[in-house]
């Protein structure tokens, strides 16, 4: 028995207009004219024998059985199109190009991708940092690395590090001069390094309870890896991001004067089109991605065991 199916482009400016509650930026979308998103619905509507749209003076509303036929209409056209990609974007050759955020790439990632070649050497990496987010339809980007909520529609995510924020410091400042870094209220007396994108120092000295230290006065700079490199230099103290200066902390070239961390409000992501996900070099770097972080948190923990058994050594 053949399976009655309404046409594409009926569906096609149903859910269009579904989308925008217009008929007129459906069309635009569609780049046909009003009238013809108006007639393509009315057949639809004929031929399901239920109205979809409450028409009513300057507004349109999706009716009872529009609010139903909407979901799983998307749901098949999102099937069409990534079944659609997967056959117009076939697999390339060449590197696997990896959008990521400059300072993640060159505190992070870069230091790392001498294991990922040792793991998958037949997989080059094109690394293009950059603050943009990739647009997977028109630039040419294979999977990127986001610092975010996770919130990217229409594609894959998937978290591999979560953070703390915490201070850093070189060695000499926490444990030199006239006023070493024995407890958060020792901030007073030192340099604050301030990381534009990250959480402000306020926020840390009051969770940590520290009422008598400005939290606006020292240097700001705008990349991350900008303030790790001002705390490694001695030019003060700088609210590290855990992941970003994991290295610096395990080469001892900063240390963490305190215990006391905050969780951040971001994580890492793994992210790529749906129609990409399962291809062999992209799974081989998500899975990479992954195992490293989990190296990272083993190598935390080992670093935080020592701090605590350096602090108890009489």
């Known amino acids: 028995m053949a ?9 096609r400016a149903f859910e269009a207009a579904a989308r925008h509650l217009s008929f007129t930026l459906a069309a635009e979308e569609l780049n046909v004219t009003q009238a013809a998103v ?6 639809l509507e004929d031929a399901l024998g239920a109205p979809l749209f409450r ?16 979901v799983p209409v998307r749901h098949a056209l999102d099937t069409i ?15 696997l190009t990896v959008s990521c955020l400059p300072s993640f790439a060159s505190t992070w990632l870069v230091p790392r991708l001498s ?22 339809d028109h630039d040419d980007i294979d999977v990127a690395i ?45 340099t604050l390094l301030h990381d534009d994108v990250l959480t402000d120092w306020r926020v840390w000295l009051l969770a940590a309870g ?26 003060g103290v700088a609210l590290g991001r855990s992941s970003l200066a994991h290295d610096a902390l395990a080469r001892g070239r900063l240390v963490r004067p305190f215990d006391f961390a905050l969780p951040g409000d971001y994580a890492y992501y793994f992210v790529c089109p749906e129609y990409a996900a399962d291809r062999p070099r992209v799974a081989a770097f998500r899975d ?14 080992e670093i935080a065991t020592l701090r605590a058994q350096e602090t108890t050594v009489p």
């Not at 108006?38 to 057949?43: D, E, G, L, R, Y």
């Not at 199109?81 to 697999?91: G, I, L, S, Y």
């Not at 229409?154 to 030199?176: D, H, K, N, Q, W």
């Open 210 to 235: 520290v009422k008598d230290v400005d939290p606006d006065r020292g240097p700001s700079f705008n990349y991350s890896d900008l303030v790790l490199q001002a705390a490694i230099d001695g030019q």
């Open 146 to 190: 986001r610092w975010g909520a996770g919130d990217y529609p229409g594609l894959i995510a998937v978290r591999f590090m979560t953070e703390e924020l915490f201070p850093v410091c070189a060695p000499v400042l926490a444990t030199e001069g006239p006023h070493p870094l024995k407890e958060p209220a020792d901030l007073k007396y030192h």
């Open 55 to 70: 028409r009513m003076n300057r507004a349109l509303r999706l009716t009872e059985e529009g609010e139903t036929f909407i």
């Open 3 to 11: 399976i009655r199916l309404p046409p594409l482009k009926p569906l």
């Open 81 to 95: 199109a990534n079944a659609a990609e997967r056959v117009r974007k076939p697999q390339k050759a060449g590197p």
């Open 38 to 43: 108006s007639h393509q619905i009315k057949a």
């Open 288 to 301: 990479w991605l992954i195992e490293e972080a989990e190296r990272d948190r083993h190598e935390e923990e």
């Open 115 to 136: 294991r990922f070649r040792q793991r998958a050497p037949e997989i080059d990496i094109r690394l293009s940092a950059d603050y943009d987010l990739a647009d997977f």
